[in-house]
């Protein structure tokens, strides 16, 4: 997926986002690029140099405007709105995700949860039922979901991501061991945080 901003430039955001929030939560209302870079362990001139790729946001002297630096990361990001999430595997990892209570605050809903073992599909995972994996597509399709998180065993990974792509799916978490073969439009990532890599996929599919 080409993109004039490097990717590892975006995979930052999340984190002088997140951190951001934490500062205003603390009712912080300005910081400096050194205060930001200290709590993250990155230098304040490589913070200085990310943000300038998308404006000026502060002012040498006076720092950041908390408030203002959060609103326009946010806008950046596309994580000012709701984004309904798609997980394809209803085992231990599937279900701990469905029931994790840290996507919903963040704007990530659950709204779907597939499996192909006869003795999981129909079951209730919190409020939502486990569908049918032969299903996936005119459901994902139907309700218009955009992200998915794969949870199935390494084996099926790679069919699993053939149909998301087919449902319309423009970014997947993997949280298989097996690198995805997938279209250039598709933006993906393995898993290390939920949280700020599905920040990450909607930098790319939120435009």
């Known amino acids: ?77 596309n994580v000012g709105r709701s984004w309904d999430v798609a997980v394809v595997g209803a085992g231990n990892l599937g279900k701990a995700i469905a029931h994790y209570h840290g996507f919903a605050p963040q704007g990530f809903n659950i709204k779907l949860v597939f499996d192909n073992n006869p003795e999981i599909i129909g079951t209730a995972v919190g409020n939502l039922k486990v569908l049918d994996i032969k299903d996936l597509v005119p459901s994902v399709t139907q309700a218009g979901i955009k992200i998915a998180m794969i949870t199935v065993p390494d084996e099926a990974a790679q069919a699993v991501a053939a149909e998301l792509v087919k449902a319309g799916i423009q970014g997947i978490l993997n949280y298989s061991a097996t690198p995805l073969n997938l279209p250039d439009h598709i933006f993906h990532l393995r898993h290390s945080d939920a949280v700020v890599q599905l920040q990450h996929i909607t930098y790319y599919i939120g435009k």
């Open 1 to 77: 997926m080409s993109n004039p901003i490097p990717d590892i430039v975006v995979s930052r955001l999340p984190e002088y986002y997140n951190t951001l929030k934490a500062m205003q939560a603390e009712g912080k209302q300005t910081t400096s690029s050194r205060e930001l870079g200290e709590r993250l362990g990155i230098s304040a001139a490589q913070i200085r140099k990310d943000l300038s790729q998308f404006g000026e946001f502060g002012k040498q002297g006076t720092g950041y405007l908390i408030s203002f630096l959060v609103d326009q990361l946010q806008t950046i990001l």
